[in-house]
């Protein structure tokens, strides 16, 4: 059974608080004095902190939102070629996105544009191509901003130039690990691909997830050294194809016999991932959001389940919506919202502006995180009410 609704206001919510912390752990990376906990841990340690829930807690509720959006459009009648090309637009834009926020990682003091003046431009450029314009805005306009953001986008990689490799030569645009923005759209191309191809059928999408976790068990266990093209060793896609089963399931149960089901089916679910990612975690490189360890994508997941839960019954159960209305647009412009901090940091750059010491460092830092979090989510606000936003 597809889900035929438009939105479920659990997810959203639970999206809105996901996005909140995503901002705010990106915007204290680099801080010193902050309590261990909430940083992230680093790449060859055996550990899991706050930080490194929230990444894969994104992948999982994106996962949970693809039977809404997809499989509204094949419970409409949408065509194949039509669904397809939806979601191909849509991962070629993260990827494309992804693609140059990790280059600019690496950006050179060589480079003829000041870093500063080129990130604001690069998110300008996202902006200008990928905004949900107006019906009443004319096409002649809607297509020459378009253009320009196209034109903004080929300029930059033509200008580019990026640190060289162990003290070479400056270097072009090239691919590494895509960023965040591309991790999530190559994900997303699969686990929507296949839920279109298979027309969000729950015994094959079970299926699938099982097959991405077994893949990432076996690169991680020394057992089969698989690093298959686009998937790589499957961490990401299964963390999503979980989502995409549990948002599945979700609607079975609902329909077999309203929510006492839920209760008991996602508690057991989300508390047995939570012991597996345990029991494997000897076997399979420890726990590492950086190694994709097998114990992180189930220990990450089972979290998720029960967020999911907890977020259900706080929400489509009792209502309480409007505790957290003052983040509700994180959760319905999300992507406009990961790309404001951007324009911050360009413009910080661009006046060589730095954090005082006391909001650089320690409390002082998590308090400004969580200020620059909230001015965000404001601005992503009234930018969401004049129909400025990312339709992605």
């Known amino acids: ?21 995503m901002i705010f752990v990106n915007d204290l990376a680099g801080a010193k ?43 409409k009648g949408d065509s194949f070629i039509t669904i397809a090309g939806y979601i191909l637009l849509r991962s070629f834009a993260l990827i494309v996105m992804g693609f140059f926020h990790v280059n600019m990682e690496e950006y050179s003091k060589e480079a003829l544009l000041p870093y500063g003046v080129s990130e604001f431009l690069l998110t300008l450029s996202f902006f200008l191509i990928w905004l949900d314009y107006p019906d009443t805005l004319a096409k002649a306009k809607k297509y020459a901003l378009m253009g320009l953001g196209i034109a903004i986008l ?9 640190e060289g490799r162990h003290g070479g030569p400056t270097r072009w645009l090239e691919p590494s690990w895509w960023g965040i923005l591309g991790i999530i759209g190559w994900s997303y191309l699969v686990c929507a691909g296949l839920f279109l191809i298979f027309k969000g059928r729950f015994g094959a999408m079970l299926v699938a997830a099982l097959i991405f976790l077994a893949i990432n068990i076996c690169a991680n266990g020394d057992i ?39 209760w008991v089916s ?6 047995a991932l939570i012991v597996f990612g345990f029991v494997v975690r000897p076997y399979t490189d420890g726990i590492s959001k950086i190694r994709g360890t097998p114990a992180w994508v189930l220990i990450c997941s089972g979290i998720g389940v029960l967020l999911f839960e907890l977020f259900i019954w706080l929400i489509d159960v009792k209502g309480k919506v409007d505790w957290f209305k003052i983040i509700k647009p994180a959760g319905t412009a999300t992507l406009t919202c990961y790309l404001i901090p951007y324009f911050q940091e360009a413009l910080m750059a661009i006046c060589h502006l730095r954090y005082i010491d006391f909001f650089a460092n320690g409390y002082g830092a998590i308090l ?7 001015v965000v989510i404001f601005i992503t606000g009234l930018l969401e009410k004049r129909r400025l936003k990312l339709k992605i």
């Not at 080929?154 to 990026?162: C, D, M, N, R, T």
């Not at 996602?266 to 508390?271: D, E, H, R």
């Open 368 to 374: 400004r995180s969580f200020i620059v979090c909230l």
């Open 33 to 75: 004095g902050v309590p261990g906990w909430i940083d992230h841990v680093k790449g060859w340690e055996d550990n899991m902190h706050f930080a490194d829930t929230i990444f894969p807690l994104f992948l999982f509720i994106a996962g949970l939102s693809i039977p809404l959006a997809v499989g509204r459009r094949i419970s």
């Open 154 to 162: 080929i300029v930059l990689a033509v200008l580019y130039k990026g």
């Open 266 to 271: 996602f508690l057991l679910i989300g508390a």
């Open 224 to 262: 089969i050294n698989l690093h298959l093209w686009v998937i790589k060793d499957g961490d990401s896609d299964a963390l999503m194809m979980l989502g995409l089963v549990i948002s599945l399931l979700y609607t079975k149960l609902i329909a077999g016999g309203g929510y006492s089901k839920v």
């Open 1 to 21: 059974m597809l889900p035929t609704q438009k939105r479920q206001l659990s997810i959203d919510v639970l999206r809105a608080v996901n996005m909140f912390f």
